[in-house]
């Protein structure tokens, strides 16, 4: 089997599946988000699934970046429902 590039796929990616699949099913549920709103999701989803994974990355910086996504996308969502 092919060794996996570490800096490509460092050991907190690991596990039964990978961020990016569960994600991606995610959004596909989600037909209310615009695409910014989208990366917003996603961001603080990639967050609080490698939460705590990361040598040398306080769990509470951890949750503050997803704090500060989901902030983001609360303000995005309530301003496009503004506009209608």
């Known amino acids: 089997m092919k060794e996996k590039n570490k800096e490509l796929h460092p050991k907190y990616y ?10 991606k099913y995610l959004l596909g549920r989600k037909p209310f988000l615009t695409p910014f709103q989208g990366y917003l999701y996603g961001c603080a989803f990639k967050y609080s699934w490698r939460m705590g994974e990361k040598e040398n990355v306080d769990v509470v910086q951890d949750i503050d970046k997803q704090i500060n996504y989901l902030v983001k996308l609360k303000e995005d969502i309530l301003a496009e429902r503004g506009k209608k």
């Open 14 to 23: 690991a596990g039964l599946y990978e961020c990016w699949i569960i994600l």
